[in-house]
């Protein structure tokens, strides 16, 4: 269970997660973490880049001239019923672009390397990164899932500041031991270690050991 502080028990009726989804290939990633998110009860801020939606569009086929339709579709209405909150992408003056905006983390899933650089040099020249800044100053949990193959050392070296800053880096790499048949396997894996980091109790792939069932 996720363990919320007695302010933010008091200002927010369930606890909130921010997802940031970018131009790396890998759209699926976050738009299975952001229905695990729902499914598992937590409010969610989104807010995607105008790579993400190209990639979402490429990618998944979404008809990006509809955005709300889109997402009101992906999330079962979500948006619709108040239990996510969609932020555009210049929309500086939203909530999450606050420190007094309380909530667990911040999950950018996938990660383009360009958003990790702006990241890495604090340079919010959106409302992503600014969210993301925003959890540094704050000390909050931050979790970046990159995708990118293969690295150079300028990947390497923004990846490294993060994680001395106590970013939890999480590359896309999924495993095999648990023996995957199908493409929705492997997604599961990734979205859950994404999961296990932000210490959320899941059932989306069968553990190292775990026995058959």
Aim: overall charge neutral.
């Amino acid at each position: 269970m996720v363990t919320r502080t007695a302010e933010a028990g008091k200002q927010a009726q369930f606890p909130r997660w921010v997802v940031g989804i970018t131009g790396a290939s890998g759209a699926v990633y976050g738009i299975t973490l952001c229905r695990q998110l729902l499914h598992a009860g937590f409010h969610l801020h989104l807010v995607i880049s105008d790579a993400g939606w190209r990639v979402l569009k490429e990618e998944l086929g979404w008809n990006v001239s509809r955005r709300a339709d889109c997402l009101n579709h992906a999330f079962e209405h979500a948006l619709e019923e108040g239990r996510m909150t969609y932020h555009p992408l210049n929309d500086i003056g939203a909530s999450i672009a606050s420190g007094s905006f309380l909530c667990e983390g911040m999950v950018v899933i996938p990660c383009s390397m360009g958003s990790l650089s702006a990241i890495a040099n604090s340079a919010s020249t959106n409302l992503l990164t600014r969210a993301a800044d925003v959890m540094l100053k704050e000390g909050r949990p931050l979790l970046i899932v990159p995708r990118e193959t293969p690295l150079h050392a300028i990947h390497l070296e923004n990846m490294l500041k993060l994680a001395r800053l106590g970013v939890r880096i999480i590359p896309a790499m999924p495993a095999f031991y648990q023996g995957p048949q199908t493409l929705e396997d492997i997604v599961s894996f990734m979205v859950g270690k994404v999961m296990d980091s932000m210490g959320i109790e899941h059932n989306l792939y069968k553990r190292w050991g775990q026995p058959n069932e």
